[in-house]
């Protein structure tokens, strides 16, 4: 990093990665670590055994208060009002043209306590639309961004090693995929919630910043018998796409629909929120384009702006994202293509830096645990 760089906000974890020889990339803002050593020893890491990642970039934002749940009803997609405590949800924040601003995740820590977590390059901007749309509900909003940070734990060993940490082991044992319940690790209070976005079972753990070191040294020490790695962004986007998981500023922007990026199944026409009138417009047809999997041959990757072609030549879609995957062994992108193309099975091309790559429509996750 140079001086350049000095203005980038660094996490509370930013000295333990420095002892760990991290390389740092600037990432919406923040200084954070791209990669400890080998971008594929990390993710084989994480696809064998387990990784251990920083995501304290996230951003925290706190709804308390009778209408919580009702406040959040009308700021997202998602029915927030009918998740049971300790559960959690995927949703998404649609401007009024139905556009998505971001996606995220609700957890209902209590009745009237909800916390919502967003992405990193969107965190001050959700903040302010979140506590915007919440006007006029009986609500407290609060950003806890700058307060709280965010370690994950990921991958198949990954239960054992926190099961460990806790007093009662059953807490991980009983906790379910997309749930959260506090918890104790070596005598830290943390948020411990069943979620993660590698595609393999995983914990990812809410601590106050002040307590960030100590739990990921607790976790670092406690995973090394297991085979733990600590892991950068780099290999994060190569397991999340491997998953098959949208990545905002890529397959999700204020430009696309949730109908086109496959989401239908989190948006609930059946009740008011911000962006509803449009979307339910937009429900009574089918998108002209529509987010697929592609998988190559060969070892040259379509990255994200490649253009998709038909047999004949013709421009029929474009690729959010594209790498060479590391568990699969061959060429893998999302991409929106044509409708009429979007089936299983259909032969495509991809403009590869010049060259035409022959490529597949593939059901979605590419890769499953």
Request: proline fraction near 5%.
């Amino acid at each position: 990093m140079t001086a350049a760089h000095d203005h980038l906000v660094r996490t509370p974890l930013d000295a333990e990665h420095e002892a760990l020889g991290a390389t740092f990339t600037d990432f919406a803002g923040w200084r954070m670590p791209v990669r400890y050593g080998s971008d594929l020893a990390e993710h084989h890491a994480v696809r064998t055994a387990a990784g251990l990642f920083d995501l304290s970039h996230m951003g925290e934002v706190e709804f308390e208060g009778p209408q919580a749940g009702a406040a959040l009803d009308h700021a997202l997609t998602g029915a927030m009002s009918a998740m049971r405590v300790g559960r959690a949800k995927y949703s998404l924040l649609c401007a009024d043209d139905g556009g998505v601003l971001d996606d995220l995740v609700v957890y209902r820590l209590a009745e009237e306590r909800f916390l919502v977590v967003v992405n990193a390059a969107n965190a001050g901007a959700d903040a302010t639309e979140l506590a915007r749309r919440a006007e006029g509900f009986d609500v407290r909003v609060r950003d806890r961004s700058a307060d709280t940070a965010l370690v994950a734990v990921q991958g198949p060993r990954a239960a054992e090693i926190v099961r460990g940490l806790v007093p009662d082991p059953a807490v991980v044992d009983e906790l379910r995929y997309y749930a959260a319940t506090p918890a104790a690790v070596a005598g830290i209070e943390i948020l411990l919630a069943r979620t993660g976005y590698t595609g393999e079972d995983g914990f990812e753990l809410y601590v106050p910043g002040a307590d960030a070191p100590a739990l990921w040294r607790v976790l670092l020490d406690a995973g090394r018998p297991h085979d733990l790695q600590p892991a950068g962004l780099a290999c994060r986007d190569t397991l999340r796409l491997e998953a098959g998981m949208a990545l905002y500023g890529h397959e999700l922007t204020v430009d696309t629909d949730p109908f086109a990026a496959g989401l239908r199944r989190v948006v609930a026409l059946d009740k008011e929120f911000v962006g509803r009138d449009a979307l339910a417009a937009r429900a009574e047809s089918e998108p002209a384009r529509v987010l697929v999997g592609l998988t190559g041959e060969g070892r040259r990757a379509g990255r994200a702006g490649a253009a998709v072609l038909d047999a004949d030549g013709s421009l029929v879609g474009e690729v959010t994202s594209g790498v060479l995957s590391p568990t699969l062994g061959v060429p893998i992108a999302l991409a929106y293509v044509d409708a009429a193309l979007a089936a299983p099975g259909t032969a495509v091309e991809l403009d590869v830096r010049g060259r035409r790559q022959p490529y597949t429509v593939t059901e979605l996750p590419f890769y499953r645990r």
